[in-house]
C-alpha cells in the first residue's frame, strides 16, 4: 500500500461522512443548539488549538471544517499526506462531538471512555512530566489474537507507559482478562473516531500545561511534537480512513508501526510484524528510555498497578488499617548494622495462615548511606506507599502507623508472599536512589508478640522527627529549592519550595527537594540562595526573584511567596487545589481537584484549572498543595488563613485538624465552622449570610481591593 495515497484517499471518506453528519445535526437541532464535550474547559480542543475558535454553537463548526478543508491536496507526497491526517483529526472532532449533543457521556453503557476530562489529564500530568510513566503508546485496531494482544498490552504495562486503546483490541483485552481502566494506565477510548480524544489530550498538555495560545497552530504542534513521547501501533487491516488517521499522527510528531506490509515512510510510517519488536522500536523512535529492575516476585511490578483496588472479597489478607497493629518506618543506621538485600519476615507468612486472616504488620527498612541524611528518612518512608502499591495484587495506603495493607488472592494463588513486599521495596529504593542508598535491608514483623516493640521503635522516631520538622521554618533555612520539574510540560514554570510551602502539586516538601538534589545536583531541584529580603510580609527575596526572571524566561520579574493577589507565584497545571479571591466577601475560596461541582467564584475546577496553568501569574487566583493551607506562612502577605470563605466540604474535613489548630493559634473561636461549603451554598450570594452570622473574620479584615 502506498501510505500517502491512502491517507488523502482516506480523508476524503472522513470528511464527507463528517460533513454528513453535521448537516443531518443541523437539519435536526438548528445551529443555535449548543455543542461541547463534558468537564472540560477548552471546549472541542482540536478546534481550539489549531484553529483557535471557542466552538460553543453547532453552527460554527461548517466554516471550521472548510476552513481545513482547502488544505486537501491531490499529489500524493508526505507533506500532502500529514496535512490530510489533520482534516481528518478536524473531521473526527465534529463527528466525536456531535454524539454529545444533549448527552453528557454517551457511552454511559459501554466500557469506553469517550472524551477524556480536564481533570484525567491533571492526574497524568505529574507522573507524565516527572518520568513515573515513561510514554504513552496509543494501539488501534485488532491484533492477529486476544492473546497476541493480550501479552502486547501486559508488556506495555510492566513498562509502566500509558496505554491508549481503540477499536477491537479493547474486545480481545476483556476476553482474555487483562485489567483495562484508568487504574491501570490502560485506556479503552472507544472504536472508530474516538481515537481522537487522544489528539484531545494531547493539544490541552499544550494549552494547559504549555501555557499556549488556543489558535496558535505552530506553537502547538511544536509543543506536542517535542513534548509528548508517543508512539501509534496500528494492528490489523488497514483501511484507507484508519491510514489518515495514522498520518494525523505522523503529523504530530508521532510515528507509526503496522503489522502490515506497506510502502513505508521511514521513521514515520513502518511496518514491524512482531508486537514485542514493534514495542522497542516505538520507544526507540520517540527515545523512551525504560528502567528495568529485576524483582524476584511472581507478580507484575510497575506504576500501571498504583490505582488498583483490592476489595475485601477479592483479598487475601490485609494487615493495619485500625484492624491489627501495624506501622512502617525508615531508619538510618550504622553500616555494620546492615546486610545488603537481607529481606526478612518476623513471624507468620503466607503458608502459615488461611485465606481472610488478619496479621500485624511493621514493615522495617533499614538504610545506610554515606551521604543520607537522617531528615531524608520520612522522605524515603513515603515512598514505601507508592513502591508498595506497584505490585499488581498488592495495595497500600495510609503511612507512619495508620498504614493498611492487602495482599489479594490472585497474587497469592501466583505464589507471591509476604516476603516479596520487602524483595520490591529493596530493588525500587536500591533502583531509585543509588547515590544515597548504599545498603538496606528489610524486616517485616507479623509476629503478635514483637509488634509492639517495634511499633515503640517506630513512634519514637516519628516523634523526634515532628520536633525536628516544627524547627524547620522558613526563617531557620538559609536556602529555599526551586522545582521544575513540571517544565517539561510548562516550560516557564517554576515552584519555589520553602520548609513552610509545599510545592502545589503537594508532592514536593522542602526536604524531598533537598533530598532531590542530592541525588542528582544537577537535577530539577536547585537551591535558591535568599540573597537580601526585599518584602518580609510578603515574602519576597532577592534571590527568589532572579530565580523566577531565569526560569520564566525573563517574563516574570518579581514573586511574592506569601501573596496570591500580589506577584503570586506561577501555575503549571499539577495543583491540588486552586485559591481563588472572592471580592464580595473579602476573602479567598479553596477547591479541591476532585470536587467538580460549581463553586463560588463561578467557575468549576474544571474551567478554573484553564484560567490558572500555563506558568502565568494570574493574581487572584493561585495553585496550591493543599497542606499549604496549614502552614503559618499561608497566604500571610493577604491576611493568612483568616481570609478563607469557602472550600468543599470533602476537603475542609481532610484538613480539620490543622484549620482547627491553625484557629486557636490565631485566638479564633470556633474558625473551623466559619467557613462556609457546599452545603451552605455555591454563590457568593448564597454564602455571604452564613459568613455574616457566623461573624466570619474575613468579613472585618481590610478590604481586598
Ligand atoms: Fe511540578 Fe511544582 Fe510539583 Fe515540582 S513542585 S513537580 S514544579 S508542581
Ligand atoms: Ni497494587
Ligand atoms: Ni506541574
Redesign the pocket.
Known sequence: IDVCKAAIEGTIVATSFAELRLNQALNEYGPDTEIAYPDTGYELPVISGLEGTKVTKLGQLPRILNKFKKNLKHEFDFENAKMAGELTAISAEIIEALKYIGDEDPYEDEVYTGFVSDGVLREL??PL?DGTIPGIALLVGKARSSEEAAELVKDLQGKGILTVLNDQIIEQLIEEDVKIGLDYLTIPLGHFTQVIHVVNFAVRAALA?GGEERGDYEAILTYIRDRIKAFVLVLGDLDEVRIAAGMAANHLGLPVITDQDVQEVPDWFVTEKDYEEAVLLGLELQDIHIEIVDIPVPITVGPAFEGEQIRSDGMYVEFGGQRTPACELVKMREKEEIEDGKVEVIGPDIDDIEDGDKLPLGIMVDVYGRNMEEDFEGVFERRVHYFCNYGEGLWHVGQRDINWVRISKEAVEKGFTIEGIGHILYAKFKSEYPSLIDRLQVRIVTDEDKIDEVLDEARERYTKRDDRMRELTDESVDVFYDCT??QS??PD?VCIVTPDRVG??GAVSWLDAKAAYEIEPTGPNQPVELGECIDEHNGQWTGCNERQYKESSGKIEEVNIYSIIDNPMTS????EAIMAMLPEANGFMIVNREFSDQTPVGMKFSTLAGTVGGGNQTPGFMGIGKSYVSSPKFVKGDGGIRRIVWMPKELKEHLRDDIERRGEELGLDNFYDMIADETVGETVDEILPYLEEKGHPALEMDPLM
Do not use: T
Open positions: 500530568g505529574v512530566v500545561f520539574l513540571c510540560f510548562a514554570h502545589l502539586c503549571c497545571g499539577c495543583f
